[in-house]
């Protein structure tokens, strides 16, 4: 069996339509800061899914058409980069994040930061580089709800793992699910926050499998995916979970402190900065799996560290 990752290709360079539906490719390939966006248009309305693909595309778009709604995937930065762009439209987000769409302090206790240093590090970087403010209409959503514009229908398809409230969006009629942050990547999923769940996240991926769509959008790198693409891609993705273990316990045939691990590298491969930023991440991601491992009686946590039992 090939258990390689299946080749992956750029996002496209602009804007691609599925009917009512745009696909925004976002700037740097929809890598961070950025992601792929969606626009609804129906009529004299429009819908934005996850405005954060491109400043000067929104600001068009808020000037010649009417958005009345904006739907978030989840509370992450990246994926409402450009909210502020709309404040006359009314703003869903999933009831199990609603108060990070509020407050930073609730954004700090899901994302698991504590210290005052990388408190107020986090508070100027939201607000300056991501413009986070209160959205002045704020509407909830529930797995399974429905909404309706036009011939258009939105399904809210629960995804939780990545964060707890993590959702895809279903267009039933045209066919096409969005993904959002189940982005099909190499990097694999990312579950870095102390809210984020990785047995939630291997649910949800095994939930995805047999999900009848025609197309599949993510909202990070290749961005559209065939069916077919979708399936290969699907499970590439969900081994980089079981990859990462296998590293993680060749790591401990001799015990090693949670510091010592993050120290190589164990999710990202290589130092990224702002280091303190990606080795807080890769650390939590690591724990995770230490204590599922724990959970599993395959390690042990010893006074000199965490080690692999025979």
């Known amino acids: 069996m090939n258990t390689s990752t299946p080749p992956s290709r750029p996002a496209p360079a602009g804007p691609v339509t599925f009917g009512p539906i745009t696909f925004v490719p976002g700037r740097r390939g929809g890598r961070y800061p950025y992601c792929h966006s969606l626009v609804v248009n129906q009529g004299a309305e429009t819908w934005v899914v996850d405005p954060a693909a491109d400043k000067d595309y929104f600001r068009e778009l808020a000037r010649t058409r009417r958005v009345t709604g904006v739907f978030l995937s989840h509370f992450h930065e990246d994926h409402r980069k450009y909210n502020h762009l709309f404040p006359q439209a009314n703003f869903y987000g999933p009831l199990l994040e609603e108060e990070a769409f509020f407050s930073l302090d609730a954004v700090f206790r899901f994302m698991g930061i504590t210290g005052p240093d990388f408190r107020d ?123 990462r273990e296998a590293r993680l316990l060749e790591a401990l045939t001799a015990p090693q402190s949670l510091a010592r691990l993050v120290a190589r590298r164990l999710i990202y491969g290589k130092v990224k900065e702002p280091r303190f930023v990606y080795d807080h991440m890769e650390g939590q991601m690591v724990a995770k799996h230490l204590d599922r491992l724990l959970r599993q009686g395959l390690i042990a946590c010893t006074p000199a560290g965490f080690r692999r039992l025979p």
């Open 121 to 243: 590090y986090w508070r100027r970087t939201l607000i300056q580089d991501f413009h986070f403010r209160p959205p002045a209409r704020f509407t909830p959503y529930f797995p399974g709800q429905l909404f309706q514009l036009g011939e258009v229908t939105l399904e809210i398809i629960p995804a939780p793992g990545h964060t707890p409230g993590h959702s895809c969006f279903h267009f039933p009629r045209q066919q096409v699910l969005f993904l959002a942050d189940v982005d099909l990547t190499p990097f694999g999923p990312w579950y870095g926050d102390a809210a984020s769940d990785l047995t939630a996240f291997e649910a949800t991926l095994n939930d995805l499998r047999t999900f009848p769509a025609r197309t599949y959008l993510t909202a990070h790198e290749q961005g559209i995916f065939s069916e077919p693409e979708f399936r290969t891609g699907l499970a590439a993705f969900h081994r980089v979970i079981a990859q």
